[in-house]
């Protein structure tokens, strides 16, 4: 497995979570790629993963900024991210 290091920090401590990694240091998340997904998800699509990050913007509120960026991360122009960001 390769060793992963975080882009704003330089931190190599990270934990994990469904579809993420977490920087144990600045708390930056990273999108997992998808050879690093469970078996059951190593076929998904960017488009998936940018349709569910939408889901879950709408399910958790709370967070929704976060997984925004996310999605501009992969998809720059996306337009209904861009909305739970400017919010
Ligand atoms: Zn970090």
């Known amino acids: ?31 997992l790629t998808a050879e690093e997904m469970p078996q059951k998800l190593s076929n ?13 913007c709408k399910n958790d509120p709370t967070n929704a900024r976060r997984y925004a960026s996310l999605v501009l991360d992969i998809d720059p122009t996306n337009s209904e991210a861009r909305r739970f960001l400017n919010r």
């Open 44 to 56: 998904i699509s960017l488009n998936d993963d940018i349709k569910s990050l939408l889901n879950k």
């Open 1 to 31: 497995m390769r060793i992963f290091v975080c882009e704003r920090c330089g931190g190599n401590d990270f934990r994990q979570e469904k579809g993420f990694r977490t920087c144990q240091y600045c708390n930056t998340s990273y999108v």
